[in-house]
């Protein structure tokens, strides 16, 4: 896939099956993920992305951060950027964390 792939096709699967939870991507035999961890008060805590070398400066990372935020807010949960690249992407995209930024969270 080159650089003007729609990632918007491509599914996000939600790997919750094992002890390290993780959103992916499966993209040309290749995974992107991104880490988290829910807590008892139902807070999603986004704790790191990984993307392929392969894939990278291709879009992939920032259309996995889009995909989990909108499964975030569908979920209607609360979530805690700790990933340093969820919240630079957030800055970028303040508008994608209105409404699911968990109480005490802010990506100011």
């Not at 650089?3 to 035999?29: M, Q, V, Y």
């Not at 992107?32 to 291709?58: C, M, N, Q, R, W």
């Not at 950027?81 to 968990?102: D, M, N, Q, S, W």
């Amino acid at each position: 896939m080159d650089k003007k792939t729609d990632w918007k096709s491509i599914p996000l699967l939600n790997n919750d099956s094992s002890a390290k939870k993780r959103f992916e991507l499966h993209i040309d035999g290749q995974i992107a993920f991104l880490d988290y961890i829910i807590s008892k008060k139902e807070i999603i805590y986004l704790t790191h992305t990984e993307v392929p070398k392969v894939l990278e400066g291709k879009g992939v990372g920032g259309a996995l951060v889009s995909k989990v935020l909108e499964h975030i807010k569908e979920q209607e949960i609360k979530m805690a950027p700790l990933c340093p690249f969820v919240v630079v992407y957030l800055k970028r995209h303040p508008e994608l964390a209105e409404g699911i930024l968990a109480p005490g969270y802010s990506i100011g």
